[in-house]
């Protein structure tokens, strides 16, 4: 097999990557699931887009050409480092923090100059918060110069070029990693309720939140008569929706983490419903498992399973998590909340900022698209279903 050859092209443009976990979920049709993690590393898709002119050009096309079915070690510029100064011939090591970049230790990596297919291909042999250290270099590379982790990928679609002008090109590319990607330390530092991770990050609101309460009936129709419709499951399956930006390697890095800790569909978590769900009407009395809030229903609709879990967010950015244990009148407009757990201490309901709801989840689907706006801001949309079976 012929040895990779270095895609050192885009390193501008827009770029986004797809992860696709392995999830086998087996549901009974009454609700309760279960699921098995089918791998421990997602498959990476690495898409980007750009534009050459001129030799770079010439050069991107004689490329394609010639290698356009085989391997390419494609650099990761999202995790790039920037070459503070110069390396001579022989160096071993670029500075820089390093810790929350994917790097990997026995992995490679691609100095990538501003000359068309100006670049070297280099061994990690680690990588860490003061910088990575490579493989002797064997040419020298100035100050300006990327280092970017190279993943050995294919193309997962053969890229079209369009011709701007005789002389330039604009295109897109899409490369599947054929080797396995890194391997991110899950977040473990997450709170909990009920033995479960809890997720805190805050939407953006780019894109409005989304919750559905979906139902899975059962349809019998001979075409005779009427339909019958029966709902096994007896209660819905909450959808949710969000999206989140993560600003700086430490969020950035952050997300990765959580997206680790998730696997796809394999993990469950409580998720807020980011909705003033429930409005206090009086305080709460240090020691008391009660709640008032104005009627919404409640006492008639009852205590139901994913709509009985509280996320009570306080002023002073205290959060509390309680569960629904009764709710009964307590008078004109007043419905009262029994909680599992008492207050901690007194608070003014002038100092309660919102009530929600928290649904046990999964998410609905094995795959996240990134879409980096720089090296470190990247947004996601993420797609969230109830699990029926939450007495977690």
């Known amino acids: 097999m012929a040895d990779p ?5 885009t390193t501008g443009g ?11 979920v087996m549901q009974a049709a009454t609700g309760p699931e279960q699921t098995r993690r089918l791998r421990g590393v997602p498959r990476v898709t690495l898409s980007c887009s750009g534009q050459e002119t001129g030799i770079a050009r010439q050069w991107l096309e004689t490329s394609l050409h010639a290698y356009g079915s085989g ?21 071993t090591s670029v500075a820089g923090d390093a810790s929350m970049l994917r790097f990997e230790a026995g992995g490679h990596a691609l100095l990538i100059g501003t000359q068309p ?3 070297e291909l280099v061994s990690v042999t680690a990588a860490d918060g003061t910088g990575v250290t490579i493989s002797a270099t064997t040419q020298a590379w100035p100050a300006g110069t990327l280092l970017a982790p190279a993943w050995r990928s ?7 070029l369009e011709r701007f002008t005789g002389d330039a ?15 991110i330390a899950a977040a473990d530092d997450l709170p909990t309720y009920r033995g479960f991770p809890v997720l805190e990050m805050i939407s953006d609101w780019s894109s409005a939140p989304t919750w559905a309460a979906l139902r899975d009936p059962q349809v019998v129709d001979y075409g005779i008569a009427a339909p019958t419709r029966s709902d096994l499951v007896g209660q819905p399956r909450a959808e949710f929706g969000i999206g989140y930006t993560a600003v700086g390697r430490a969020e950035v890095w952050a997300l990765f983490r959580l997206l680790f800790a998730l696997a796809g569909r394999a993990n469950p978590v409580w998720v807020q419903s980011r909705g003033h769900d429930l409005t206090a009407c009086a305080g709460l009395a ?20 994913q709509r009985r879990d509280l996320r009570i967010e306080l002023l002073d950015g205290t959060v509390l998590y309680r569960r629904v244990v009764s709710v009964a009148p307590a008078g004109a407009g007043v419905e009262r909340l029994t909680l599992d757990t008492a207050w901690p201490s007194t608070v003014a309901v002038g100092d309660i900022v919102r009530v929600c709801y928290m649904t046990f989840c999964r998410q609905s689907s094995d795959v996240n698209r990134l879409d980096w706006w720089t090296r470190d801001v990247v947004s996601i949309q993420i797609g969230f279903v109830g699990v029926a ?4």
């Open 71 to 91: 391997d390419w070690w494609v650099p990761v510029v999202t995790d790039a480092l920037l070459v503070s100064s110069d390396l001579s011939i022989g160096s």
């Open 154 to 160: 294919t193309f997962a679609r053969t890229p079209a």
């Open 169 to 183: 090109v604009t295109y897109s590319v899409e490369f599947l990693a054929s080797a396995g990607t890194p391997s």
């Open 14 to 24: 827009d770029r986004s990557e797809q992860w696709e976990w392995l999830t086998d």
């Open 117 to 119: 297919g100006a670049c």
């Open 5 to 9: 050859v270095p895609f050192a092209f």
């Open 389 to 392: 079976d939450d007495d977690a």
């Open 286 to 305: 240090a020691s008391s498992t009660t709640m008032d809030v104005t009627a919404c229903g409640l006492v008639a609709a009852g205590v139901q399973p």
